[in-house]
């Protein structure tokens, strides 16, 4: 069964830019999602319509995980992965992971089995005292992910995550991730521009046209997980 569903969805920027149109699109439970598309096309606009960052011009977006109500949207856990990991760079690793959390009001104590959870699952459990200046990038990339896995999201929005990283960590982090969704059943959104890290990773691919907005074809690639 899905668990959000975007109808007729539009975006029309301030500027009047029509970033999509009739977009239709369902994200099953436990399903990991591919956006495909080039640059432009509107898949961070799709992500950020879906973690309620921004509101759709047309079009309804509908959880069908019990939540009711926009007031809901802030309570409602999406995890969010962005090409960039953000990390905090005066704060070790463990703050970094707690960060999200604190906001939520957990405190440390409460947090520290979480957070040491997340970190053993990207195997940096170790690093938890580490400042974010002494990891690699595809370890950087990995806090992001804990601290994203550490919130327990019903769904992870993953934008372009690897895209900066070289060849080699980025296969190793499609590896990992892969893993982390199959032990976890997390329900991934990932948006890439790269043909073979969408046929590698997900079990559904949603092509996207350039053109302003159609989400065109989706293709299947793989029966969706139960
Ligand atoms: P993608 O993620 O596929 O590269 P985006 O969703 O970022 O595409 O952008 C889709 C279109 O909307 C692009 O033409 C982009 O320039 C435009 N766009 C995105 N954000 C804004 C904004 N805040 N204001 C105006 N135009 C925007
Ligand atoms: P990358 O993805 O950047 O290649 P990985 O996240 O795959 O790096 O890490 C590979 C392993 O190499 C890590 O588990 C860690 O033990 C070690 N490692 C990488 N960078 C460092 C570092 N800056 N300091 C200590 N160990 C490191």
């Known amino acids: 069964p899905p668990i959000v569903t975007l109808a007729g969805v539009g975006k029309t920027f301030d500027n009047g830019t ?3 149109a009739g977009v239709d699109l369902s994200v099953g439970r436990g399903e990991f999602l591919s956006l495909l598309g080039p640059s432009g096309c509107g898949k961070s606009t799709i992500l950020r319509l879906v973690a309620g960052l921004d509101e759709p011009t047309t079009g309804v977006i509908d959880w069908h ?25 005066w704060a070790k690793v463990f703050e970094n992971v707690w960060l999200p959390l604190r906001l939520k009001g957990v405190s440390r104590a409460d947090a520290g089995p979480r ?3 997340a970190l053993e699952s990207v195997g940096l459990a170790d690093f938890a005292t580490s400042y974010p200046r002494e990891l ?13 896995l550490a919130t327990e999201p019903s769904v992870l929005l993953m934008d372009e ?9 980025r296969f190793r982090l499609n590896d990992d991730l892969l893993h982390l969704w199959a032990e976890k059943a997390w329900t991934i959104v990932f948006v890439t521009h790269s043909v073979f890290e969408s046929v590698y990773l997900s079990t559904r691919i949603a092509v996207m046209t350039g053109r302003p907005g159609h989400v065109a074809t989706e293709v299947v690639v793989d029966e969706p997980s139960p």
């Open 115 to 117: 957070i040491m959870a």
């Open 136 to 148: 690699s990038g595809g370890m950087k990339m990995r806090v992001s992910i804990a601290r994203a």
């Open 65 to 89: 995980d019990g939540v009711a109500g926009r007031a809901a949207q802030r309570a409602r856990n999406v995890g969010f992965v962005f090409q960039e990991p953000t990390l905090m760079p």
């Open 18 to 20: 029509e970033a999509l």
């Open 161 to 169: 995550p690897f895209a900066a990283l070289d060849e080699i960590t």
